[in-house]
C-alpha cells in the first residue's frame, strides 16, 4: 500500500508498507527517514526534533550525501554534504513488485539552481526497495560534455539500544581517516564506540555487521569500497539544534560511501551506482 502524505507546512513524502516492511520517504532529498521490517523496532534511527521543512536536511534515516561528501573542498560556503538531500527530487514510480517488496523510484535533474552549486548536467536516480531486505541503490548519470568527480554517502543512521552495548563487525585491519585527529590509522579489532567517532574507511570488504543489544543488522555495499563511522557523543550532540542532549546514546552513523579516495569520476554519458543492502 502507498499513502501520499503532507506535515501540516505542508512537507510532502510517501509511505509505504507491505506483508515484510514499511517505509517513509520525503520527496526533499528522497531522504528515507523511516523504515522498519514488520513486528519489529524502526531500523533506522530518526531525530525526535528533526526539522521537516523545505532547505534542511531530515536529521536520521538515510540522508543522501552527494556530489560532495564533507565540506566542499574549496568553496566552504556551499552546503555540507552537497545539495541532493536539501533539493526536491521527482516521484518516478511505485512498483509494489509482490506483496513483500516495493520499490520507489525518484529522480534529481541539474537545474539552474544546481548549476549554480556544481557546474555539471547529470541525472541522479534513487531506488529504494521496501522489503524484509532494505535496498537502497543512487544512480549518477553524467550528462555533461565534461568528465566530473563525485564523493557521496548513504548516510544511514541506525537506532540502537545503547550506544554502550554496541559493536561494528568487519573493519579490523582496515585502514580509516581519523576526521577529528586528521589522521590515518589502523582498526584494531570490533568497533566500540565511548567518545565521539568520525572515520573514514579505506579498502571496506563487505559487509559490516551492527551487534546491538537485542539485533545485528547487517550492510552490504556495491559501487563501494569505503565506509563512514559516526557518533557525536556528548558535546557535539548537544550543540546541535535537530538532536537531543541525549541522542548520541541511541544513534549510530554506518555509512555507506563513495569518500575521500574513494570518490568516482564520470566520463560522459557514464554511470555509477552506490547501493547499500541492510538486512
Ligand atoms: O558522516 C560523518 C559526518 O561527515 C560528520 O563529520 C558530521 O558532520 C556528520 O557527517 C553530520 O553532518 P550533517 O551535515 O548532516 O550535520
Known amino acids: 500500500m502507498t ?3 503532507k506535515f501540516l507546512n505542508g512537507f510532502e513524502y510517501i509511505e509505504v508498507s507491505n506483508k515484510s516492511a514499511r517505509a517513509k520517504i520525503a520527496l526533499q532529498g528522497a531522504h528515507l527517514f523511516h523504515y522498519e521490517q514488520q513486528g519489529k523496532k524502526p ?5 525526535e526534533t528533526s526539522f ?3 532547505g534542511k536536511a531530515i536529521r536520521g534515516g538515510v540522508p543522501i550525501c552527494w556530489p560532495w561528501f564533507g565540506k566542499h573542498k574549496t568553496e566552504s560556503s556551499l552546503p555540507q554534504h552537497g545539495f541532493a538531500r536539501i ?3 521527482e516521484l518516478l514510480g511505485v512498483n509494489e513488485t509482490d506483496e513483500n517488496s516495493t520499490e520507489v523510484s525518484l529522480q534529481l ?3 539552474a539552481e544546481s548549476l549554480k552549486l556544481w557546474p555539471y548536467r547529470f541525472e541522479l536516480l534513487l531506488r529504494v526497495t521496501v522489503a524484509r531486505t532494505l535496498s537502497i541503490a543512487l544512480t549518477t548519470k553524467n550528462c555533461d560534455e565534461k568528465a566530473f568527480e563525485i564523493t557521496s554517502a548513504l ?3 541506525f537506532a540502537v539500544a545503547n550506544i554502550n552495548s554496541v559493536y561494528v563487525e568487519g573493519l579490523d585491519k582496515t585502514r580509516y581517516f581519523d576526521a577529528l585527529k586528521k589522521e590515518n590509522k589502523i582498526q584494531r579489532g570490533n568497533i566500540y564506540i565511548s567518545e565521539e567517532v568520525d572515520r573514514v574507511y579505506q579498502e571496506v570488504r563487505n ?14 555495499a556495491e559501487g563501494s569500497s569505503s565506509a563512514v563511522v559516526w557518533n557525536p557523543w556528548i558535546d557535539k550532540c548537544a550543540g546541535m539544534s535537530d538532536m537531543k542532549d541525549d541522542a548520541y546514546k541511541t544513534m549510530l552513523c554506518i555509512e555507506t560511501t563513495n569518500a575521500l579516495e574513494d570518490g568516482r569520476i564520470l566520463q560522459p554519458d557514464e554511470e555509477h551506482t552506490l547501493t547499500a543492502v541492510i538486512s
Do not use: C, E, M
Not at 43 to 47: N, V, Y
Open 43 to 47: 531500523l533506522l534511527w530518526l531525530s
Open 87 to 89: 533539493f526536491f527530487w
Open 52 to 54: 521537516f521543512v523545505a
Open 109 to 111: 535533474k541539474n537545474s
Open 3 to 5: 499513502k501520499y502524505k
Open 155 to 157: 548516510h544511514n543512521y
Open 207 to 220: 559487509p559490516l555487521t551492527l551487534h546491538d543489544q537485542d539485533r545485528t543488522v547487517h550492510i552490504g
